[in-house]
């Protein structure tokens, strides 16, 4: 089975500063997908970055990045220069490789709420 | 290129009472997974539907159940409420052997149970 952990239920940042979100995961799969997802308080759940096990560089998206440790099995998001609108909970989350017949549901930490300070 | 919609947005049901909640994917996409999220947590995967077929099934009793129509619109049908199936419903689309399979989700629909 697989496991996302989020050790950080709260965070605090402030205003251009960058900010670290830590994630780890547990899996017996080779291959897996990993993203991050950002849900401000209207609850829609926003996709940021996406991380193949077997990509050979970090993600980066525009002012996000994805630390990934694959020995360590982590997976940390990096919010470079915050802004006052990042402010938002944050979800980890994995799925299982591409596959006929495989599960292709997503399995999501328990969130960090990261406020950013004026 | 209109993203995923949910609808209602918000409803309050009472116990024992059915609700039925509708999904309309992204353009393009053909696969609809929906989740339940309770207050202060993460998602849980209730179910996945491609191809009208449900395709995986998360951890949830039969009173959960789902349809998905030509146009790969979905909807999620909860019989019996209790008070415990109060919480925010995510609906998700993605296309199936793309890539990333990235799940694109809607903005949810609140239930509430009394």
């Known amino acids: 089975a697989q496991k996302i952990t989020q050790t950080q239920p709260g965070m605090f940042v402030q205003e251009k500063e960058a900010v670290t979100l830590d994630c780890t995961y547990d899996?017996?799969?080779?291959?897996?997908?990993l993203f991050w997802y950002k849900q401000p308080s209207s609850g829609e759940m926003i996709f940021l970055i996406y991380q193949g096990s077997y990509d050979e560089q970090n993600a980066t998206e525009g002012r996000y990045s994805l630390n990934f440790q694959k020995a360590r099995k982590s997976a940390n998001l990096v919010i470079s220069a915050s802004q006052l609108g990042d402010s938002a909970m944050y979800f980890c989350?994995?799925?299982?490789?591409?596959?006929?017949?495989?599960?292709?549901?997503?399995?999501f930490g328990s969130g960090t709420q990261l406020t950013v300070l004026p | 290129d209109a993203g995923v919609t949910q609808s209602p947005t918000h409803l309050i049901k009472t116990r024992g009472q059915q609700v039925t909640l509708r999904c309309s994917p992204k353009?393009?996409?053909?696969?609809v997974s929906w989740y339940q999220q309770a207050l202060g947590q993460g998602p849980q995967f209730i179910f996945q539907y491609y191809e009208e077929e449900e395709r995986q099934r998360g951890n949830f009793p039969d009173r959960f159940s789902g349809h998905q129509f030509p146009n790969y619109s979905s909807e999620l049908n909860v019989n019996a409420l209790l008070l415990g199936d109060s919480a925010l419903y995510l609906c998700?689309?993605?296309?199936?052997?793309?890539?990333?399979?990235?799940?694109?989700f809607g903005p949810g629909t609140r239930l509430l149970v009394l």
């Open positions: 353009s393009g996409h053909d696969t």
């Open positions: 989350a994995m799925r299982r490789p591409i596959s006929s017949g495989s599960a292709r549901q997503l399995t």
């Open positions: 899996t017996s799969d080779q291959s897996y997908g």
């Open positions: 998700a689309s993605s296309l199936r052997d793309s890539n990333q399979e990235t799940q694109y």
